[in-house]
C-alpha cells in the first residue's frame, strides 16, 4: 500500500492576540517574532497515516508532499523524523498564498510525477483546513483535480474488507464508510490521532531519508496563472475586528442582587425570541 | 439574466440553517434583480417542501430514493445535475454549514468551473464577482475575498443569516429524476451520537462550559440552566479535549460554529479559536471569574464571579420567571 500527505506550513496560530499585526501590503498577517510551523491538522492526517501503516502491519510506504518555500523542509523534515518514508517539496514561486485552486493544481501535477512509477497512492490524506486562512477548500478541490472519490473530516483510517475502513465526523456523529484504492481523504482530529513527538534517533535518521525538490517547471505549470495563484479568489482585504466591545456587568452590593441582574437581562433576551 | 441558487438536502428539511441560506439567496437575488430558485438533494418532506416554495421562485428537487441514503459522490453528482435542471445561469449557489454541506461546496465548485469559499458571515455581488467575508487567523482577523468565477459556491454561517421572507405567491415545484452512478466510497455505518434536542447550529441559545469547570460534573449543573430557558449544550475545546462532554458539544474553529441569539459562556475564557465558533452571535453573556478574561471584550453582559456561586441560583431565578 502506498499513502500520500499533503503538508502545509503555516504561521505559528498560538501567536497572542496582542502580537498579531497585519501587512496591509501583502494582505496577510505579518510574521513579526512568530514561528513557522506544520499546520496541525497535516500533522493529524501523518499520524493517521503512520497508525495505518502499523495496523496494516505489511508493506506500507508514507510519502509527504508540501508546496511552499524552502523553509518548509523544517515541515516535511519533521514527517520523515516522525517515520514517514520519503518526502517531495514543489518550490512555490510567486504568490506567498496562492488560492486553493492553484494549490489543488500544483498539488495534482506532483501527485501524478510521484505516481508515475508504481502507480497511483491508495489514499491521498490532506488536512481539513489551515491554522492560518482556514478556507479549508484544498482537499476538495485536490480530489476533482485527480478524479477521485474524497471523504472528508476522517478521524482515522483502518484496513478493511479488500480496501480501507473510515470513521468520520458529522454534525449527527461518527460515520463508517468503505473506500476503494485510489481515493482522498481530509484529516480532522481526535484523541487517537494526536502527532507523536519523533524520537531522537528518527529524528537524526530523517536527513538520510530522501527528500526530493521540484519546481513548477519540472510539473509543466510555469505559468503566470499558477503563479499568481489567483484564478477564483484572492484575499481583497483583510483586518482586525475592534473587539473592545463594552460589556456591562452585572452590580450589585450583594451576590443575590448581581445575579438577578443577570437573569433578568438573560430573561429579556430568551423572551425576545418567543 | 442571473439568478441565485439555494442548496440544500432534502433529509435535513428547511432547518433554521437552510432558512438563512435561503434568506442571504433572496437579498443577493434581489441585489442583481434575479430569482431564488432552490435545489434539493434528495427526498424532502411536503412540510419542508412548501416551505422552500414559498420563500423561493422556483424548486428543483432530485427526488431519486438513493439520495435519502447520503453518499458524498451522489450528492455531488445531484447537486451538478440539479444545477443545470434549474437553468445554469447563476451566479452563486449557496449551502449551509452542516457536514455534508460544507465537503460538498469545493468539488461542486470545481464541476461547475466556479470559485469556492467556506463559512461566508455576510457576502454582496460586486459586477461580476461576489464578495465573501469570513474570519481568518483563528479568528484574530476579518477577510474578505473576491470569488472571480461563477458561480460562487459558498458554503454559508448560515444561522447568522435572517430567514427569507415568504412570497407573495409559491414558487414553482419541479421533480426531476436524477443519473446517478454507484458511489466509490459508500457510507455503510452511522453511530448516531445520543443527542437531545436539536442540533447546535440550529439552537437560538446556547450554554457553553469550559476549562474552568474542572471536570464533567458541572455540566450537569449547566444542563439545569440550559432547560430553564430551553437552550442546548455546548462547550470549549479543552472541556472536550479533557473527555469531559462528547466532541461533537465543541464550538471553535475546529468545532461548530454557531450563531444564536443567546450565547452564555461559562467559565470559558474566551481564546480567539473559541471566539472563532461563537463570534456571530447575536447576544453573547459570560461567567468568569478572571474580569480580564478575553470573553468579556466579546460579550454584552456578564458577571465576575466563580460559576459554582451564580449557575444555581441563576437557575433558580430564571426557573421562577419561566414559570
Known amino acids: ?76 523534515r519533521k514527517a520523515m523524523a516522525m517515520t514517514v518514508d520519503e518526502a517531495c517539496l514543489v518550490e512555490r514561486d510567486g504568490n506567498t498564498n496562492p488560492d486553493a485552486a492553484a494549490v489543488g493544481r500544483v498539488l495534482a501535477a506532483a501527485i501524478r510525477r510521484l505516481e508515475q512509477d508504481g502507480g497511483p497512492f491508495d489514499a491521498v490524506l490532506v488536512g481539513r483546513e489551515s491554522g492560518d486562512w482556514g478556507v479549508g ?47 482522498l481523504v481530509t484529516i480532522t482530529n481526535n484523541e487517537d490521532n494526536v502527532p507523536r513527538i519523533p524520537k531522537t534517533r528518527d529524528v537524526m535518521m530523517s536527513y538520510r531519508k ?19 495563484g489567483s484564478s477564483i479568489f484572492e484575499v481583497e482585504e483583510i483586518f482586525i475586528p475592534a473587539d473592545e466591545v463594552e460589556c456591562e456587568l452585572a452590580e450589585g452590593d450583594t451576590l443575590e442582587e448581581r445575579v438577578d441582574q443577570l437573569a433578568k437581562r438573560i430573561h429579556e433576551v430568551v423572551a425576545s425570541i418567543g | 439574466m442571473a439568478n441565485v441558487a439555494v442548496c440544500v438536502l432534502g433529509s435535513l428539511g428547511y432547518d433554521r440553517a437552510a432558512q438563512g441560506a435561503a434568506g442571504a439567496g433572496r437579498a443577493l437575488a434581489e441585489s442583481i434583480g434575479g430569482e431564488l430558485h432552490a435545489l434539493v438533494i434528495g427526498p424532502a418532506s411536503d412540510d419542508a417542501v412548501a416551505a422552500l416554495a414559498a420563500v423561493a421562485d422556483r424548486v428543483v428537487i432530485g427526488a431519486n430514493e438513493a439520495l435519502g441514503d447520503y453518499q458524498p459522490e451522489q ?26 454541506s460544507q465537503e460538498i461546496a469545493p468539488r461542486l465548485a470545481h464541476r461547475l468551473g466556479g470559485s469556492s469559499m467556506a463559512d461566508a458571515a455576510a457576502i454582496r455581488a460586486d459586477g461580476d464577482h461576489l464578495l465573501a467575508q469570513r474570519t481568518a487567523y483563528g479568528g484574530k482577523a476579518i477577510s474578505i475575498y473576491r470569488l472571480k468565477k461563477q458561480p460562487a459556491v459558498v458554503w454559508l454561517r448560515a444561522r447568522g443569516f435572517e430567514p427569507a421572507p415568504e412570497q407573495p405567491s409559491p414558487g414553482d415545484v419541479t421533480n426531476v429524476d436524477l443519473a446517478l452512478d454507484p458511489p466509490r466510497i459508500r457510507i455503510t455505518g452511522r453511530e448516531v451520537a445520543a443527542q437531545e434536542g436539536v442540533r447546535l447550529e440550529d439552537a437560538p441559545v446556547i450554554v457553553s462550559g469550559g476549562r474552568g469547570l474542572g471536570g464533567p460534573e458541572p455540566f450537569q449543573e449547566l444542563k439545569k440552566l440550559a432547560d430553564a430557558i430551553g437552550a442546548e449544550q455546548g462547550a470549549s475545546r479543552a472541556a472536550c479535549d479533557a473527555g469531559w462532554v462528547p466532541p461533537n458539544w465543541q464550538v471553535g474553529q475546529t468545532g461548530k460554529k454557531v450563531a444564536p441569539e443567546l450565547y452564555i459562556a461559562i467559565a470559558i475564557s474566551g481564546a480567539s479559536q473559541h471566539l472563532l465558533g461563537m463570534g456571530d452571535s447575536k447576544v453573547v453573556a459570560a461567567i468568569n471569574t478572571d474580569a480580564d478574561a478575553p470573553i468579556f471584550k466579546h460579550c454584552s453582559f456578564g458577571i465576575v464571579e466563580d460559576y459554582k456561586q ?8 430564571l426557573q421562577a420567571m419561566a414559570g
Open chain 1, 210 to 228: 530522501p527528500l526530493q525538490k521540484l519546481s513548477l517547471a519540472d510539473l509543466e505549470l510555469d505559468s503566470e496563472e499558477i503563479r499568481a
Open chain 2, 75 to 100: 450528492a455531488l453528482q445531484a447537486a451538478q445535475q440539479l444545477h443545470a435542471a434549474g437553468g445554469g445561469d447563476y451566479v452563486a449557489v449557496l449551502l449551509s454549514n452542516d457536514t455534508y
Open chain 1, 137 to 183: 477548500q484544498t482537499g476538495g478541490l485536490l480530489a476533482e483535480e485527480l478524479g477521485r472519490p474524497a471523504l472528508g473530516f476522517v478521524e482515522s483510517l483502518q484496513p478493511g474488507n479488500g480496501g480501507v475502513t473510515l470513521r468520520r465526523q458529522t454534525d449527527v456523529g461518527i460515520e463508517v464508510a468503505e473506500a476503494e484504492s485510489p481515493f
Open chain 1, 1 to 76: 500500500m502506498k499513502l500520500l500527505v499533503c503538508l502545509k506550513q503555516i504561521l505559528d496560530p498560538d501567536v497572542p492576540a496582542r502580537d498579531f499585526q497585519i501587512d496591509p501590503a501583502a494582505r496577510a498577517a505579518r510574521r513579526g517574532g512568530a514561528n513557522l510551523v506544520t499546520n496541525i491538522f497535516c500533522e493529524n492526517a501523518v499520524e493517521t497515516a503512520l497508525q495505518l501503516r502499523e495496523a496494516a502491519g505489511g508493506d506500507v510506504k508514507i510519502t509527504a508532499l508540501c508546496y511552499g518555500e524552502s523553509s518548509a523542509e523544517d515541515c516535511l
Open chain 2, 310 to 317: 451564580v449557575v444555581p441560583l441563576l437557575t433558580e431565578k
